[in-house]
């Protein structure tokens, strides 16, 4: 592995539509972080796994948003009735045991 | 609730021209303070972590500073393909829930002319 790998890199899709992002951390990263940004903005925390386990939601994940980590290795975010709010940049992050948080390159979501 | 500013929101340095950028930060129970670059459309590349006052780490022409309400990004005779939105970030620890998450400023963005 050479880094955080995300896909697609690039998603336009209807208002209403379901979108699903996938992630894969780095190997043997326990740990997986979904991050949302949009222009002009810092990255905002979404949701945090270790290994399969959910461990911490944000209150900015409404309903409509799942995260899954089935195996605990790749992982899934998915946007169900996409509004044109959900707009934004979708950043996946691992961290290894020495606390260097990697971040992939995103996922650019354009709800129209 | 953990909180960071970054200022300035934009600078813009000519060639050679060394400046700082800033990071105030209030947090419960500092766990690190992470320093990042971001370029357009890519995700946040990381640079530094600090720890606790008074650390300082250096890396090519970047130098980051910590205190117990800031840090600075110190850039020495900055080139043009250092060009980009610097970001900052907290790891809090109160009450040891925060799972490593990290609260973010809204970056500086910084351009360099040649």
């Known amino acids: 592995d050479t880094g955080v790998s995300q896909d697609p890199r690039h998603k336009i899709t209807k208002r209403g539509q379901n979108v699903t992002f996938r992630c894969d951390p780095i190997?043997?990263?326990?740990?997986l972080y979904w991050y949302r940004q949009t222009l002009g903005q810092g990255p905002e925390f979404l949701t945090y796994f270790q290994n399969e386990a959910q461990l911490e939601k944000s209150r900015l994940l409404s309903d409509r948003f799942s995260a899954e980590r089935p195996k605990g290795s790749f992982s899934t975010l998915e946007i169900q009735r996409t509004e044109q709010g959900d707009s934004a940049m979708y950043l996946c992050?691992?961290?290894?045991?020495?606390?260097?948080?990697?971040f992939g390159s995103g996922t650019r979501l354009t709800v129209v | 609730e953990d909180q960071v500013t970054q200022s300035p929101e934009a600078l813009r340095l000519q060639e050679g021209e060394s400046s700082s950028l800033n990071c105030s930060y209030t947090v419960s129970g500092l766990r690190g303070l992470f320093w990042y670059r971001q370029d357009p459309g890519k995700g946040p590349e990381f640079l530094f972590t600090?720890?606790?006052a008074g650390e300082e780490k250096e890396k090519e022409r970047l130098k980051a500073t910590l205190t117990k309400k800031e840090s600075f990004l110190h850039i020495t005779a900055p080139k043009p393909e250092d060009s980009a939105t610097y970001l900052c970030a907290v790891q809090g620890g109160a009450g040891g829930t925060s799972y490593g998450k990290l609260t973010f400023g809204q970056g500086t963005i910084l351009t360099v002319h040649p």
């Open positions: 190997s043997e990263h326990n740990r």
């Open positions: 992050a691992s961290i290894g045991g020495e606390g260097d948080r990697i």
């Open positions: 600090l720890y606790s």
